[in-house]
């Protein structure tokens, strides 16, 4: 199938099927793979779609994962378990004795984990002071510039390396990455992140790639990490306050490239926790 003929893929909708938006995504990755010569599967070998009352023929959507050599993960009782990323997702409505306590622990698994980590910490703003990435005491790393139409889409984004010559162009928010000073395509964003669905990957023009999976059951909990081809977590990622921050890894040089990534994957795990009134749930 052709990238276009992957993305107009639709299915029937029947009770209790898979959630349409994460279908949506999917198709999105793997429409993406194609387009950049890959296999969807090199980066993320099992499609978990959760179900929804209303949603997408499992049957149909099964078949069509299997034709590009996806397979759902199987519960002990041999059922698929397709609820896992929404079950994490939703964690956090639980109620019961001990809830709090629970919680508790949950918000400050994240933090820990990152206040322990040892590496470079870089600082991504959001909210209206977002298109900035900051080193840990307040210094201009990077800034963004957006060109946008009349009705505010983003037609191109270029991010320049403060104090340098480094500057990457961006096609709208998702396509090929471009150094502006040499022309050549620097890497590729495919997928992208979705209410609990982390399936945005960064693919270099030499074939490297990094994936981002997501563990915790909020926003205020949640860690994102950078993984790359040989399962190395390379960065860190957690909201603080009005902020993510970034680590990075003592083994990974912070190059122009790096810092660029950074720059765009930032608002990925916002995407991943979206407010619970943006996706019907």
Known sequence: MTEDEIRDTRFPLGFWGYAPGHVSTWLTVIADSVDAGVPPTA???EARLPQEPMGCN???VDQFLTELGYTQPE????HANHGDVLGRFRLGAATGPGTSRRWARQRNAGSLRIADLSGTRIRCPRGME???ILSSDGQLLMIRRVKSSRTGEVLEQTWTVVGG????????VKGPVVDVSTGETKMRIIGQHGAGCAAAVVLFADQRWLRFPVDGSSLRNAVMTAVNESGRRVLWFSHIDAEIEVVVSPECELSPELLCVIAMAASWLEQYFPPPDSYGG
Request: proline content about 10%; aromatic content about 10%.
């Open 165 to 172: 010559v480094h500057a990457f162009r961006v096609a709208g």
């Open 130 to 132: 977002a298109g900035k």
């Open 43 to 45: 980066f993320i070998p």
């Open 58 to 60: 499992r049957r149909a």
């Open 75 to 78: 519960r002990p009782g041999g």
